[in-house]
């Protein structure tokens, strides 16, 4: 009876998510209700919202997350569309919910349509341009942060737990922080895309990857553009390949490439990479390369992204290659119990490197910043950077890289060359709990809501002082204009008197200086006599 009492509150996209997940999983709803409310005591309140993430997450885990390559790549978008509208049943669990948002939004329309103007058919003519249009669509349900959020926790593919809201901000800043379905969509395929991509690449010449090596960027390629590598007042172009270990550079012979030069990325040793000028001649004229030193170097290797305007490419790679090296210094740290688990953080900044690449192509006019997208690049600037760390670490070791939906099983499905775990292990991990999976996010996302906490504190205390500062200025202005007041009257005067505006106070101002002159004058004879 409970059971019906609850679901006749459920929303309708709500409702749609479970039959869904019911089909998914081929058994019934009633089923599955069952089955969880024998676990959900009501003490913890949301009955809706828990249901949808129940079913949810048992969706994901048993099918979804298994098949996550042939179902993104789907052409009628069946992965984009089931995980949309999980967030929108998530954010939506109640008709009461769902009753209030299409208020809201209708009210936001009405309230857009009074300011411009425009006419009810203007108004509902969706905005088309070029690559920004499925970001500027404002038509149709969206979701809010906390339904990406909560999404990203269950399903590493779209975002990483740690920067996930940061993402979010990045992918919707041009549609008032609000997801629309054309968006993530696109997002969702660039990703997609982005993996293919990288497992055409070729190897390095001359050069062995090791069986967990991703190749996660190349340029200097026929289809790409130039790399150089300068050597004193030489200068090399050759092909640049950056995988989760090293750095290779391959120099361009007559007819093929000469063997990788190999940079290893993971040693525990100091090593640093730096933004550096470069020219002819070795003449720091254009700022547009990096430098990799080490102590087994005896001098840098410089290399250059030549580019017509600006410096993108070059911060692009200086901000991957910086966040390779952090992860292996990270890991170095963690003394972490198993190998599966230290693969498992690789997964992850593999999958936000890809995220990032998806972003760029999705955002060309206006690129995103990699640190929004990269896990350690963003602890590094933030205020308590330190501590989501050290709750990243913590949760790595409870973490189980064999869950279907783990980062390192999302990596695996995406990618068949990537092979850590056996097959049986994977098998006996789908037998896990479905709980397992987020137990141990709870304490790395109060660090993660601290640091951000601290960011928004930081940005109002910035804002506060540049608006003192401009008013302070502004205030000055206006006294000093007073303090000068008097000299502008006595300057009006004087040209008035000069160009003989009124020739009565002119007459009498020479008459005043003639008379000053003759007593002066007159004093100084009878001083001398």
């Known amino acids: 009876m409970m059971m019906m009492t609850k679901r006749k509150h459920l929303s309708s996209v709500a409702n749609d998510v479970i039959h869904q997940c019911a089909e998914k999983l081929d058994t019934s709803v ?6 969880f409310e024998a676990e959900w005591m009501p003490e913890t309140g949301d009955y809706s919202r828990k249901l949808v993430e129940f079913f949810g997450s048992k969706a994901l885990i048993t099918d979804v997350c298994r098949n996550v390559e042939e179902k993104i790549s789907d052409p009628y978008g069946s992965f984009s569309k089931f995980t949309f509208d999980m967030m929108l049943a998530w954010e939506k669990p109640t008709s009461e919910d769902e ?11 009405e309230d857009i349509k009074k300011l411009t103007g425009v006419s009810n058919e203007q108004a509902d003519i969706p905005l088309f341009y070029s690559d920004l249009m499925p970001l500027l669509v404002d038509e149709g349900p969206s979701v809010g942060e906390d339904a990406f959020v909560w999404l990203a926790s269950l399903v590493p593919l779209i975002a990483d737990v740690v920067n996930a809201r940061f ?5 919707t800043a041009p549609t008032g922080n609000q997801l629309h379905f054309p968006a993530y969509d696109k997002y969702l395929k660039e990703i997609d895309q982005s993996i293919k991509n990288l497992k055409k690449q070729s190897k390095p010449k001359g050069m062995e990857l090791a ?6 960027h190349k340029e200097g390629t026929a289809s790409t553009q130039r790399v150089v590598r300068h050597i004193g007042g030489s200068s090399w172009p050759g092909r640049l390949t950056l995988t989760n270990y090293a750095l290779y550079f391959e120099t361009s012979g007559v007819i093929t490439y000469d063997d990788a030069l190999k940079i290893d990325l993971s040693k525990n040793i100091d090593h640093s990479v730096k933004p550096i000028a470069t020219g002819p001649w070795g003449a720091p004229l254009f700022d547009k390369a990096i430098m990799y030193e080490s102590l087994e170097l005896s001098e840098g290797v410089i290399l250059e992204f030549p580019e017509i305007t600006g410096s993108t490419r070059r911060d692009h790679w200086l901000a991957l290659v910086r966040e390779v090296i952090s992860m292996h210094q990270f890991l170095s740290k963690c003394n972490l119990e198993s190998s599966s688990q230290a693969w498992e953080m690789h997964a992850r900044t593999i999958l ?7 972003a760029r192509e999705m955002l ?14 963003l602890c590094d600037e933030l205020p308590k950077g330190d501590f989501v760390l050290e709750e990243l670490a913590e949760s790595l070791k409870g973490v189980n890289s064999r869950h279907p939906c783990s980062a390192s099983s999302i990596l695996r499905s995406m990618n068949a060359s990537v092979a850590i775990v056996s097959s049986k292990e994977v098998d006996e991990a789908h037998r896990t709990s479905i709980h397992d999976h987020d137990d141990n996010h709870t304490s790395l996302e109060t660090a993660i809501d601290q640091a951000r906490k601290e960011v928004r504190e930081i940005k109002d205390a910035k804002a506060s002082t540049e608006g003192l500062k401009e008013e302070g200025i502004s205030t000055n202005v206006l006294v000093l204009k007073e303090l000068l007041e008097p000299l502008r009257s006595v300057f009006l005067w004087f040209q008035e008197i000069v160009e003989w505006g009124k020739p009565a106070n002119t007459l009498l101002a020479i008459a005043t200086t003639l008379l000053i002159i003759y007593k002066k004058a007159l004093f100084c004879d009878t001083e001398n006599g």
């Open 211 to 216: 069986d967990d090596e991703f190749i996660l």
């Open 167 to 171: 993402t979010f901000e990045t992918l």
């Open 30 to 35: 009633d089923k599955l209700v069952r089955e």
């Open 99 to 109: 009753n209030t948002h299409t208020e809201s939004i209708a009210k936001e329309k």
């Open 364 to 377: 060309r006019i206006s690129i995103p910043i990699p640190t929004k997208f990269l896990i350690f690049s």
């Open 352 to 358: 936000g490197i890809i995220r990032l690449h998806a």
